[in-house]
């Protein structure tokens, strides 16, 4: 049977057909496809704005349709506040048991927004049995899920509110819904404040809906700091981790995705109690639409499908100079800064290597060039190292390899300041020549021309989401310090 797959979220909406994943923010170049706030809809901030639902709305009219195919679908609350009366009360009323659970009527298809998270991770995963753990700011009916080697779901959602408690803190400290990754940011800055502890505990055993709470307003921070908050929170994080998940552990394999296993201190963590640890690509509501897929085809046709990391779309472009990747590398290696476009783009909210902007990981003051003259973000922000697969152990202190920049790891070397975060870390990508070629063979010319396999890799942007189309890689270009664009097989310069 063919499948149709749309996630109805509140944020990030997108579609899948098998082959290409639409990311709707890559159109409509809306972070997380969520307007601004009215004063800075000129993109002049990345604050979003939650309570907006234009984009929302438009989505589901061009894509919530039904067709001759199966449409597979997710909703999250929020999501469907315009459109509930279009959904059979059997889809909104469904709380799975199992991890294969699901509800059917009328060539339409619908499993639970946690359920298509851990599926996602799951079958993508290789793995024959695995525990899968799905937590994320909010779903339909759930907030986290644990599903054990035999596929039963077990709900955690009072005890593990943790992308709840990110996002309030994420409002609370200035960096506004969906914000959490900012604040990650901080972590590395701050110490252990038992104050913030003893209030995250009292924030999570009392009253958890989708408001605002005034009462956080009375916490703290002008005494006790920004960065000790976000690093409590980051330990809070960990403890209730091992305190609720550890101990039901049932195999050796875990599968992680929802919003929160983009926090790579805690997917670090995970590999210390799991001999295997996977994370896709694109773990938060952006890959909603590929887990539905996924859920329909193994329960409808019997098939293990495995998305492609790189399933956007591939542009068409002819330049006037064809590029020399020695000469890119010797560049680099000389402290210019790449715009790096490539086939088609990833999955997911990290460049892995289609999508990216390439510096020198050697130089120490990298990363105040880059978040003041081209991401013009906040300069306490660090960027990761893209690694050649093979050498990742000599420069980083991990046991297996990452290659969707999904887990932060003690750096073992100082000849990579510019990648190393100050608390002596790197949100590590390892990559292979399996993965992308491409990607590899700069990296290695790099290599063969410094000694140092790796690159500084950040996403192609600039106050707006990844760059999809080559015309959005041109004007970035232009508007930006980047040095040279390479689009394709060809270079552009500035003249």
């Known amino acids: 049977m063919k499948i149709y797959s749309v996630a109805l979220n509140l944020h990030d909406q997108n579609t899948y057909d098998g082959v290409y994943h639409n990311q709707r923010e890559r159109h409509t170049r809306f972070k997380h496809n969520l307007p601004y706030y009215a004063d800075a809809y000129a993109h002049q901030s990345d604050i979003l704005n939650t309570n907006d639902y234009r984009l929302n709305k438009e989505f589901v009219k061009e894509y919530w349709k039904k067709k001759d195919d199966v449409l597979a679908f997710t909703w999250t609350q929020g999501g469907i506040r315009m459109m509930r009366d279009q959904i059979d009360k059997e889809f909104l009323d469904f709380t799975p048991k199992k991890l294969f659970d699901y509800v059917m009527k009328d060539n339409v298809y619908y499993i639970d927004h946690h359920q298509s998270h851990a599926t996602y991770a ?8 695995s525990d899968i753990v799905a937590i994320d700011g909010i779903g339909a009916k759930f907030r986290c899920i644990f599903v054990d080697k035999d596929k039963n779901i077990k ?59 005034d009462i956080h307003n009375l916490i703290n921070i002008e005494k006790y700091g920004l960065e000790s908050l976000a690093f409590t929170l980051q330990k809070f994080t960990i403890d209730k981790i091992k305190e609720h998940i550890y101990p039901l552990k049932s195999c050796d394999n875990l599968c992680l995705a929802g919003g929160v296993a983009y926090n790579g201190y805690m997917n670090e963590e995970f590999t210390k109690h799991y001999n295997n640890v996977f994370i896709p690509p694109a773990v938060g509501d952006e890959g909603q639409a590929i887990g539905v897929y996924q859920h329909a085809d193994y329960v409808l046709n019997n098939n293990i499908h495995k998305s492609e990391t790189f399933a956007g779309t591939d542009y068409e472009y002819k ?18 800064i790449i715009g790096w476009f490539q086939g088609k783009s990833e999955s997911g909210n990290r460049a892995l290597g289609n999508r990216s902007i390439l510096a020198d990981p050697r130089n120490p003051k990298i990363k105040s060039i880059i978040n003041d003259t081209i991401k013009l973000r906040e300069d306490f922000r660090p960027f990761a190292p893209a690694v050649l697969e ?106």
Not at 445 to 456: A, D, N, Q, R, V
């Open 122 to 129: 799951f079958l993508n995963s290789g793995f024959n049995i």
């Open 390 to 495: 093979e050498h990742y152990k000599e420069y980083f202190d991990t046991n297996s390899p990452s290659p969707y920049m999904s887990r932060i790891c003690k750096v073992k070397t100082d000849k990579v300041p510019g990648i190393t975060h100050v608390d002596n870390t790197a949100r590590i990508q390892t990559v292979n020549k399996q993965f992308n070629e491409k990607f590899y063979n700069i990296i290695n010319e790099f290599y063969k021309i410094t000694g140092i396999p790796m690159l500084l890799n950040t996403s192609f942007n600039c106050q707006e989401p990844i760059v999809e189309t080559p015309e959005e890689a041109i004007r970035t270009f232009k508007k930006t310090s980047l040095d040279l664009l390479v689009i394709n097989d060809y270079v552009v310069r500035k003249w």
């Open 155 to 213: 709900d955690l959602s009072k005890e593990l509110p943790l992308g709840w408690l990110w996002n309030q803190m994420s409002k609370l400290t200035g960096f506004g819904s969906l914000g959490a990754s900012k604040l990650m940011g901080l972590v590395g800055y701050g110490s252990y404040n038992q104050y913030y502890y003893d209030v995250f505990e009292t924030i999570i055993s009392g009253d958890i809906k989708e408001k605002k709470y």
């Open 319 to 336: 330049g006037d100079e064809k590029v020399d990747y020695t000469e890119i590398a010797q560049s680099i290696a000389d402290g210019k």
